[in-house]
T-cell receptor, first 113, second 112 residues
């Protein structure tokens, strides 16, 4: 089954404790991205990757890091989480940027205390 | 700044009734416009994708329309079902850099 998976689905952590949210897709997509979703604001792009070893900032990259060492994986790293990073996070992938349907993961709900 | 605005913010309809959601955008030039359905607690799922040359596209009981001249799109839900209760998100893709601009969504609640 073609899908995007994220782990963990739910996470409670404390300020300053580094965490990683994993994302994996099995569709051989070149384009992957991370979004956060907050009430009333809609989805906002954090980072995106056009291909392996190619990443770029989205609209709200501060406080986040990403890497793309393999085509299928695109982890999101919070080096020192803060309460304002409490949000619902989605990973998404598509064959390439802009022209094809994006497939979204199930989401990771993060609470930073 | 490229923006996508959706209205209404939320609506409640009775099962079996129709409803129409609106999306106005300023993205220009644009490549394509998409509507997504997002069930509570889940990731968005694509409903329709329309290029600038398409006026209408259907997916079952969902019909999207596009007027590229006025920069407006609508999503019409026919004979609503309880399973249509969700948030509907309009996304516009810029033609030059393929940047995605998301609307804040319309929350639809279908009641029996």
């Amino acid at each position: 089954e073609a899908q995007v998976t994220q782990n963990p689905r739910y996470l409670i952590t404390v300020t300053g404790k580094k965490l990683t949210v994993t994302c994996s897709q099995n569709m051989n997509h070149e384009y992957m991205s991370w979004y956060r979703q907050d009430p009333g604001l809609g989805l906002r792009q954090i980072y995106y990757s056009m291909n392996v070893e190619v990443t770029d900032k989205g609209d709200v990259p501060e406080g986040y890091k990403v890497s793309r060492k393999e085509k299928r994986n695109f982890p999101l790293i919070l080096e020192s989480p803060s309460p304002n990073q409490t949000s619902l996070y989605f990973c998404a992938s598509s064959l390439y940027r802009g022209g094809e349907t994006q497939y979204f993961g199930p989401g990771t709900r993060l609470l930073v205390l | 700044k490229n923006q996508v605005e959706q209205s209404p913010q939320s609506l409640i309809i009775l099962e079996g009734k129709n409803c129409t959601l609106q999306c106005n955008y300023t993205v220009s030039p644009f490549s394509n416009l998409r509507w997504y359905k997002q069930d509570t607690g889940r990731g968005p799922v694509s409903l329709t994708i329309m290029t600038f040359s398409e006026n209408t596209k259907s997916n079952g009981r969902y019909t999207a329309t596009l007027d590229a001249d006025t920069k407006q799109s609508s999503l019409h839900i026919t004979a609503s079902q309880l399973s249509d209760s969700a948030s509907y998100i309009c996304v516009v893709i810029h033609r030059d850099d393929y940047k995605l601009s998301f609307g804040a969504g319309t929350t639809v609640t279908v009641r029996a």
